[in-house]
């Protein structure tokens, strides 16, 4: 199964209008139908699936998965997250994208076979502005995320452990918007 080009697929439909999203909620059922088009049967795809329907006893940070494919026959399982913030609070939203991170991260952990945290913006300041340090630094210069990762400001101070590495590689559309896979 080719799932990360299958969702790059997705979103290179998404660039020449063969589907349009206005919101998170949108962007998840679109992919979902259309990676449900890409695999074959016996595969499942659900969405919002719960951890617990295939651990039953684990507790983490989140408790379901926005799109899960698997193979009910086997121990075969991906996990999707997916972000589309569009609301500014550009802070709070990149140390979310970054616990979508670490999710996948604990999913992979518990026995997934690959897990990915999918982003896509049409917010520039996502990917480019004046501030480049702090949590600015992994979406804006490409500094790897790892390590404890702190969030300031907001409603309260929180940190992260994010035990191995990734690096955000912003994938550019023509219709204004970019993305990036992260596979954990």
Same mark, same amino acid.
């Given at each position: ?26 962007? #998840?059922?679109?992919?979902? *139908? ?5 695999? $074959?049967?016996?595969? =499942? @795809?659900? /969405? ?44 709070? #939203?990149?140390?979310?994208? *970054? ?5 996948? $991260?604990?999913?992979? =952990? @518990?026995? /997934? ?72």
């Amino acid at each position: 199964m080719n799932l990360k080009g299958d969702i790059s697929t997705f979103f290179r439909f998404l660039e020449v209008g063969v589907f349009e999203t206005e919101n998170e909620f949108s962007l #998840q059922h679109e992919l979902g *139908i259309f990676l449900r088009t890409m695999i $074959e049967s016996p595969y =499942k @795809l659900q /969405f919002g699936r719960s951890v617990n329907f295939f651990y039953p006893d684990e507790k983490g940070q989140k408790s379901e998965i926005d799109i899960v494919i698997y193979n009910p026959a086997t121990e075969e399982r991906y996990g999707i997250e997916l972000n589309f913030p569009n609301k500014g609070q550009h802070v709070e #939203q990149m140390f979310h994208l *970054i616990k979508d991170i670490k999710f996948m $991260e604990e999913v992979k =952990k @518990l026995g /997934f076979t690959k897990t990915y945290a999918v982003t896509y913006v049409e917010d520039a300041l996502y990917y480019r502005g004046s501030k480049t340090d702090g949590i600015y630094a992994y979406f804006r210069s490409n500094k790897p995320i790892h390590g404890v990762i702190q969030k300031h400001g907001g409603k309260k101070e929180e940190s992260l452990q994010i035990e191995n590495t990734y690096k955000v590689r912003w994938n550019s559309l023509g219709n204004g918007g970019k993305y990036y896979i992260v596979e954990t």
